[in-house]
């Protein structure tokens, strides 16, 4: 995955200047557009031609070359009322659908849509914030409090014990896959105990040799997973009843169900499929 984002360059500079794609949400899903072959994401022209009002526009950047934009329809609007080429759906089944690059800028305007919504006001004072002209910030013009969007980072960890990967179903969500282990950092913890941390509390056991593998947006609300590898070193499995019910060891040859390519739990599981351990 990659995104070129060029966050503080105005849409005068690009050579899409005139059609800038437009990120629209209503009540969490995302505004496309159907044409005869494909999904696309509209433009602002598409939505001025249409007259689709919007608000809370926020500018995020130069995306692959088109400025871009994040938006919400007006409070008022009706999805049953919109032009047939245009459809409301939610993000997550948007994946597949277009190119993997546009989804997760989707994901970005997602994000900055979300914390526009709930960052208005000063969280020092109460006073109306203002978006600051050179950054994706917002600034309190009564005190001068800076906030920037919200990100929360999450560890995930591919824990490996002789050719075979730990893998756990979580007991808090309806999925009826097995994933990898993961929670959020907490405050003052290096990422490696964060991922000593949550394996021990979620399962019991101790892990060594804690790798990074690479990390990955995830816009459902706002965190950055980060990935690990790591061994076994000791403990037996036992699971905390309280986020997950069920773990156990799996070899490449009896893999349970699994996320699916939308998440980094999907690409450290092939890379256990993929190299001996």
């Known amino acids: 995955m990659h995104i070129c984002i060029q966050s503080n360059i105005s849409t005068s500079e690009s050579k899409h200047g005139s059609f800038p794609l437009l990120f629209s949400f209503h009540q969490n899903k995302l505004l496309i557009k159907k044409t005869e072959t494909d999904i696309i994401i509209p433009t602002l022209k598409d939505l001025e031609l249409w007259q689709l009002r919007i608000t809370a526009k926020q500018h995020i950047g130069i995306i692959n070359g088109y400025p871009s934009y994040t938006s919400e329809l007006a409070a008022n609007s009706n999805p049953r009322e919109l032009p047939a080429c245009f459809s409301l759906i939610n993000l997550r089944s948007l994946f597949g659908l277009i190119d993997d690059n546009l989804f997760w800028a989707a994901g970005r305007a997602f994000q900055i849509m979300n914390w526009n919504r709930n960052h208005s006001f000063c969280s020092r004072c109460g006073s109306p914030n203002q978006n600051k002209a050179d950054e994706i910030a917002k600034i309190c013009p009564a005190c001068g409090f800076l906030s920037y969007p919200t990100v929360a980072p999450a560890i995930i960890v591919a824990v490996i014990k002789d050719n075979q990967i730990l893998l756990a179903r979580n007991k808090q969500r309806p999925f009826k896959f097995y994933s990898l282990i993961a929670g959020f950092v907490e405050a003052g913890e290096s ?84 190299n001996p351990h």
């Open 191 to 274: 990422l490696e105990d964060c991922v000593r941390r949550e394996v021990q509390e979620e399962v019991g056991i101790k892990v060594k040799n804690i790798s990074y593998f690479k990390s990955q947006p995830w816009p459902f609300p706002n965190s950055l997973m980060i990935g690990f590898t790591a061994e076994y070193e000791s403990g037996e499995i036992r699971v905390d009843n309280k986020e997950i019910s069920h773990a156990a060891w799996f070899t490449k040859d009896n893999l349970p169900e699994i996320p699916g390519r939308i998440s980094i739990a999907w690409h450290l599981i092939q890379w256990f499929i993929n």
